[in-house]
């Protein structure tokens, strides 16, 4: 029976490191990054357990590359219900709640599973609507009187508009706070991004930022002050590194590595994320000493750097949708003749075509200090191109570069 891994036995001989090799928390630096490429190559030698022991298989994705699965034992589901039941107290979720669960708890998603076995150890109600349905999740409201929702902020954008139409006034129901997940509602400030600002100008009601992934089996969630993600220490070892794998200091974007604790069945040793974000770590206004998780600016490998400044696609879409003169947008970045970066930004509007390059020009000016090439054409032809990859939603962001 087989209790470690094939691969981190491989990877720890070839670096000649051993138990031993790790007295102090420093020395967990002589210790080899593992990157979501090691995982997709060699998914299976990840594996602790036997399959005997194992009780749920997970799947990541597949946003950034091919989906690798997750083994959990009994114990790794216990330890992600410990996860979720302490993430969700920090936004002060309790046993008198009612949760209304509006993404999946099937489909081989971590984070469905971590949502139910979270709030059953909180002792909370828990109503898995699942996704999608904007006229069931707010019939459901009415019926059950939830108090919390579970969503992806978009979603609850969808929950709105189906609300106008509708003459139903969220304000006027029992729900008095939304856990937000997969998007970020906030900018690096923690004021709130124009997605949050879009959710409350129509609801006025609190949001909770939550970050976590499949890899992590962690959540960072924010409590009350909003002011990033509460860090759980015990769960998971985290650094915040820059391109040259060193330490940042707090306020300073870099990619989060995390190696995870007390995981029997994958457990992952400096696993770089990929996700670009800032830590800090003074004293939160809840009392809390940990660290925490600002929003995530982007994803590493879709860095772009334009004339001296280093930024992220989701930037962009942020800087974009701010602007109401505009009715369809996308960018795209592309490689030109010297092998640098090139920002183009298609846009439509009923201005003037020279108007409109101008304002927008500003706009990028004031707030990031560059200004990218902006090509002014339909609102017609945008939506083709955006909607031309396949993909299930359009997309705002087109990556053309040739040296990635
Ligand atoms: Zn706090």
């Not at 060699?42 to 799947?59: A, G």
């Not at 006229?135 to 019926?143: C, S, V």
């Amino acid at each position: 029976m087989r209790l470690n891994s094939a691969y981190y036995e491989r990877i720890l001989a070839e670096y000649q490191l051993t138990e031993e090799s790790l007295v102090s928390i420093e020395d967990i630096r002589k210790f080899p990054f593992t990157t979501k490429a090691d995982i997709q190559t060699y998914n299976k030698e990840f594996l602790c357990q036997p399959l005997s022991r194992i009780t749920d298989i997970v799947s990541t994705s597949g946003t950034s590359g091919a989906p690798v699965s997750f083994y959990l034992t009994d114990n790794d589901l216990e330890r992600l219900a410990i996860n979720e039941s302490k993430s969700l107290s920090i936004a002060g979720i309790h046993r008198e709640d009612i949760v209304q669960l509006t993404t999946t708890s099937d489909r081989l998603f971590m984070a469905g599973i971590a949502y139910v076995l979270g709030l059953r150890k909180i002792g909370a109600s828990l109503l898995r609507v699942g996704p999608g349905l904007p006229d069931l999740q707010w019939k459901l409201i009415k019926e059950h009187q939830t108090t919390v929702l579970i969503a992806v902020p978009s979603f609850i954008l969808k929950m709105l508009e189906y609300a106008e139409k509708n003459q139903i006034d969220p304000s006027a129901t029992s729900v008095t706070k939304i856990i937000c997940i997969g998007e970020p509602i906030r900018n690096q400030d923690f004021s709130l991004n124009v997605l949050g600002q879009k959710i409350t100008d129509k609801w006025p009601i609190h949001l909770y930022s939550t970050y976590a992934s499949t890899e992590m089996a962690t959540a960072f969630t924010e409590c009350h002050a909003g002011k990033g993600g509460h860090h759980l220490p015990e769960l998971v070892f985290a650094e915040v590194v820059d391109q040259q794998d060193e330490p940042v200091p707090p306020g300073t974007s870099g990619e989060l590595v995390i190696t995870t604790l007390g995981i029997e069945g994958m457990p992952l040793l400096r696993f770089k994320t990929g996700d670009i974000c800032q830590y800090h770590l003074s004293l939160c206004e809840c009392g809390r000493t940990t660290l925490r998780l600002g929003p995530l600016q982007g994803r590493k490998n879709q860095m772009i750097k334009y004339k001296g400044t280093t930024l992220y696609p989701p930037a962009l879409t942020e800087l974009l949708h701010e602007l109401d003169y505009i009715s369809a947008y996308y960018s795209e970045v592309v490689t030109d003749e010297m092998g640098l970066d090139c920002i183009k930004i298609y846009v439509a509007g009923n201005e003037k075509d020279a108007d409109l390059i101008s304002r927008i020009k500003e706009h990028f000016q004031a707030r990031i200090r560059v200004t990218p090439d902006i090509l002014v054409t339909t609102t017609q032809e945008i939506n083709a191109i955006k909607m031309s990859f396949n993909f299930r939603k359009p997309v705002d962001f087109i990556d053309h570069r040739t040296t990635l």
